[in-house]
């Protein structure tokens, strides 16, 4: 029997409201205990009311935190009426924003209003403010979005921490994951804005991948937790393919494939072989 205490971390299902499918799939994993975090996108077509209410259920029973996913990037339309830019009424997509965000092309108060009414349209729905506030696809990482970002959380939601998406030191690392490299530098970024403001973040980070081929899901989940420290955060995208998740995402039969390994009877074993547990720390 292991006396030493379990090390605890999160493990956060992103992208609720984008289908149907995908909240299904996030409520069932929240109800068995298996994540213990969802990230909600406001600005998506399947969040709603109802879905909101049951997410609410779910979460008070299962003990999961629910987080506001800033979404930035198309094809999501903004909630404020003049954001720019923009491309055929819809947010610019990744390369261009990111693009954009490097050339320091992003208008502040633009950026400002628009994370503002995404939050404040959490709050209306919620009652209440996010537990934490990360970006989809990684946008509030990236230069200018991050100071709008870390502006906006400080004054509205002061007491919700967010998500740097940087890998912890003794993480398992290869140095062809170009994804995770390009995270790493984005979040030190992040994270020295973020503490200058007094606001905080969880002290590493595991999920990235490259999502265009099969992966063994499985491995590379026992990868993310290898050097993970105590309130460490591992990202993933469960989900159930349907006409809608189809339409607004190129990522979709591998939210089946993390569903399954997240639903199946591996993935507790592999928690308990490594003495991890899913708990937020205090």
Request: one cysteine or more; glycine letters at 8%.
């Amino acid at each position: 029997m292991n006396s030493t205490a379990p090390r605890r971390i999160i493990l956060c299902a992103d992208d609720y409201g984008l289908s149907p499918g995908v909240n299904t799939a996030i409520l069932e994993l929240i109800s068995r205990g298996r994540i213990n975090a969802t990230s909600v996108m406001t600005v998506a077509p399947a969040f709603d009311r109802a879905s909101s209410v049951a997410l609410q259920n779910a979460a008070r029973s299962g003990n999961c935190r629910i987080g506001l996913h800033l979404t930035l990037t198309g094809p999501f339309r903004p909630l404020t009426m003049h954001f720019q830019p923009l491309r055929s009424d819809t947010f610019l997509p990744l390369p261009q924003l990111l693009r954009a965000s490097l050339l320091h092309r992003l208008d502040r108060e633009m950026l400002h209003a628009e994370i503002s009414a995404q939050l404040t349209a959490f709050e209306q729905m919620f009652g209440r403010l996010p537990d934490y506030v990360d970006g989809h696809q990684h946008a509030h990482a990236f230069p200018q979005i991050r100071d709008a970002f870390v502006d906006v959380i400080a004054k509205a939601a002061p007491q919700a921490w967010i998500r740097q998406c940087g890998r912890a030191t003794g993480a398992k690392r290869s140095v062809t994951d170009f994804k995770s490299l390009t995270l790493d530098m984005l979040s030190a970024g992040l994270r020295k804005r973020a503490a200058r403001s007094g606001i905080a973040f969880n002290p590493g980070f595991a999920g990235a991948y490259d999502f265009s081929g099969q992966p063994d899901f499985a491995g590379l989940f026992a990868d993310f937790l290898e050097g993970l420290p105590e309130g460490g955060l591992v990202m993933c995208h469960p989900g159930f393919v349907d006409e809608m998740l189809v339409a607004l995402d190129p990522l979709t039969r591998q939210r089946e494939r993390e569903y399954a390994f997240l639903a199946s009877d591996a993935f507790p074993e592999m928690l308990s072989a490594r003495n991890i547990i899913l708990s937020a720390p205090d």
